[in-house]
């Protein structure tokens, strides 16, 4: 291995040099993998496949998750035991005919599943969900904080 660059010599093929003609491609081969593995493998890409924001406003803590082409009837919102939020659903996969051709799935089939720990200011017993345009947004009230009662004290003399 030459540490002279490549425009000395006229070859461009060694991987450490920037001028280099062969580009590196780190997925070269990926997708031969991906269709090798049993398709019970390649479903549970879904589970973590559910973005969801979380934010905090002084009213509640309101929980959005893009889940497009699902139906309210495919996704399932819980709550447990110690404070958990748990969002869940599947997505299921499209019919594939035998004359079909495929040349490209980048779409997630299959399960998923999130869960949250909510704070303890958290109001368990009135979580509300919504579903619009694939956008469930899950709305946990907060307890209100009392704030310390300050009195007026007059000063004499």
Sequence with gaps: MSIIPSFFTGSRSNIFDPFSSEIWDPFQGFS????NL???????????????DWKETPEAHV??????GLKKEE?????????????????????EEKNDKWHR????????LRRFRLPENAKMD??????????????????EEKKPEVKAIDISG
């Design 38 to 52: 049993p398709e019970s493998s390649r479903e549970t890409a879904a589970i973590a496949n559910a973005r969801v």
């Design 32 to 35: 031969s993998i991906l269709n």
């Design 63 to 68: 929980f959005k998750a893009d889940l497009p």
């Design 75 to 95: 996704v399932k919102v819980e709550v447990e035991d110690g404070r958990v939020l748990q969002i869940s659903g599947e997505r299921s996969r499209e019919n």
């Design 126 to 143: 009135q979580v509300k969900a919504a579903m619009e345009n694939g956008v469930l947004t899950v709305t946990v009230p907060k307890v």
């Design 105 to 112: 799935v980048e779409r997630s089939s299959g399960k998923f």
